[in-house]
């Protein structure tokens, strides 16, 4: 019922910056949180940025200052700029929304997105 979309990911070297794009598609009528989430080979799934409905942004330290989160909540799409980056940010990216209420009445919960790769070289 709810698809995400994730895109702008790739190849970029160290102090580059990259722009992810998590686009939601469906009969969608509000969304609540929007996050970004990124796991690197062999380790497990972190948080790296959350947006509330209210606009309430969260960083996870290792991001705090180099990355900033959005969202358009008319195209139902969340953002991540991010800048500065490090061979340690490569990952794959994920994003996840929160509850989100269809215009059916019904809501949907934790819906991911396929993941982006993002790749830093040194």
């Known amino acids: 019922q709810v698809q995400l979309v994730e895109s702008g990911g790739g190849l970029v070297q160290a102090g580059g910056s990259l722009r992810l794009s998590c686009a939601a598609s469906?009969?969608?009528?509000?969304?609540?949180?929007m996050s970004w989430y990124r796991q690197a080979p062999g380790k497990q799934r972190e948080m790296v940025a959350t947006?509330?409905?209210?606009?309430?942004?969260t960083y996870a330290d290792s991001v705090k200052g180099r990355c900033t989160i959005s969202r358009d909540n008319a195209k139902n799409t969340v953002y991540l700029q991010m800048n500065s980056l490090k061979p340690e940010d490569t990952a794959v990216y994920y994003c996840?929304?929160?509850?989100?209420?269809?215009?059916?009445?019904?809501?949907?919960?934790?819906?991911w997105g396929q993941g982006t790769q993002v790749t830093v070289s040194s």
């Open positions: 996840n929304f929160g509850r989100v209420k269809l215009y059916s009445g019904t809501y949907v919960w934790g819906s």
């Open positions: 469906g009969s969608i009528r509000s969304i609540d949180g």
């Open positions: 947006i509330t409905s209210g606009g309430t942004t």
